[in-house]
């Protein structure tokens, strides 16, 4: 089930803190955690009680940390006391780190805004690219930095005014806005693996940020399901690239969470945020009959058990009745039933070690003691924190549907 609209990504982030997780306390670097949480714009509660965080014994994994210029020069390699790395489905991962006030390379140089950084691990994980930025704190023994995943680099840069696509592939898109805004000054973003199917659209773009076009316009608007940044060593360059995905991650049948084995903490909820009857209006100048296209749909069922709830919304750049109509039955799926949402501190063991799965993908999750008669099923990845300290790895799941 994707995580492709307002209300679903509100939903969520409403209970994981917009899809950040609970992390140590800090030592000074940034004050107390919640002051650390919220420069950091993150979620200031709990999400995995900190006390089970705190009771693991430290497992530790070996990194990479690369940091290269602007251009993606690689300058050097530091040795961080590093608190969190993050990824988000559809959205900006986090890294926070501490240099010591006695490190030989605590350099304006190697920490500048805008300097990137390439994180390896040797656990199963994926490397994490991203820029430095957030701002960073002087403590009395140690200098606090974020960084942010490389998707905010599109979120630096902007569309121009009435810039207008006339039936052209979500994917073509996000090339020709990428290759114009790389024309007035590098991005940083080169293209990557790019879906250039579906069908051609209509949208038109004002100042709009390439991020939020990808997310809100080309996935949650039109006919992606989701988009990332991804990052790598080349030639002595730390290099990143656009993916956008018709569907993004893979069912991993051979892989599961399990309560008790590789899960060391739970938190589930059930949330009613359920529209089971949608009406949907295309572009248009006026609400004639022919002035845009119009689409309904029920879910009979789902009316039965909880009755009628109705939702609307309009569809910019949607002008053809058979895009409204998959459109709409789509975001039916999403909303005709309850949404499980499970908030797991997860260990690399079998049978789901962390290089075994990532975001986007789908396993099962067995937790006997939650819910009416235990939670068995498939549930998507969509957001996931590892804590290098503790070799734990906060997620967050929605069930698939």
């Excluded at 006391?81 to 559809?90: H, K």
């Excluded at 680099?153 to 898109?173: E, K």
């Excluded at 499970?342 to 003691?369: E, K």
Aim: glycine share 12%.
């Amino acid at each position: 089930m994707a995580i492709d609209s307002e209300n679903k990504r509100r939903s969520v982030m409403g209970y994981a803190g917009v899809w950040t997780f609970v992390g140590p306390r800090p030592d000074g670097a940034l004050g107390n955690e919640a002051d650390r949480r919220h420069v950091a714009g993150l979620y200031a509660g709990q999400l995995v009680a900190l006390a089970v965080i705190a009771s693991l014994a430290p497992a530790g994994a070996a990194m990479l940390f690369l940091v290269a210029d602007g251009q993606g020069r690689i300058l050097t390699q530091l040795r961080p006391d590093m608190e969190r790395i993050s990824w988000r489905f559809n959205e900006v991962g986090q890294v926070a780190w501490s240099l010591a006030r006695t490190d030989e390379k605590l350099r304006e140089e190697y920490v500048r805004f805008g300097n990137r950084v390439l994180i390896q691990f040797d656990n199963g994980l994926p490397a994490w690219g991203g820029v430095i930025g957030g701002g960073y704190e002087w403590g009395e023994a140690s200098v606090g930095f974020l960084a942010f995943s490389g998707e905010a680099l599109l979120g630096w840069r902007r569309t121009g005014r009435r810039r207008r696509f006339d039936g052209v592939s979500v994917g073509n898109i996000a090339l020709a806005l990428l290759a114009e805004a790389e024309g007035v000054w590098p991005v940083g973003v080169r293209p990557g693996r790019v879906w250039l199917g579906g069908p051609g659209h209509y949208p038109e773009y004002h100042y709009k940020s390439l991020e939020d076009v990808l997310r809100d316009s080309l996935v949650e608007n039109l006919s992606a399901e989701a988009f990332d940044v991804s990052a790598r060593e080349e030639a002595g360059r730390v290099v990143f690239e656009l993916n956008l995905y018709e569907a993004k991650g893979a069912t991993r049948g051979d892989v599961a969470l399990v309560e008790g084995r590789n899960v060391s903490d739970v938190h589930f909820r059930v949330e009613d945020n359920i529209v089971n009857a949608w009406f949907m209006a295309g572009e248009g100048s006026d609400w004639g009959d022919s002035s845009r296209v119009y689409a309904e749909a029920v879910d009979e069922e789902s009316v039965r058990l909880y009755g009628r709830r109705e939702g609307f919304e309009v569809r910019s750049g949607v002008i053809y009745q058979s895009t409204l109509d998959a459109t709409i039955q789509r975001r039916l799926g999403e909303t005709a039933y309850p949404n499980r949402v499970l908030a797991l501190a997860t260990t690399d063991d079998r049978p789901g070690r962390f290089g075994d799965y990532g975001v986007g993908d789908t396993l099962m999750c067995v937790l006997p003691s939650f819910d009416w008669g235990g939670v068995r099923g498939m549930y998507r990845v969509l957001g996931r924190e590892f804590f290098p300290e503790h070799g734990v790895c906060d997620l967050v799941l929605e069930e698939a549907r």
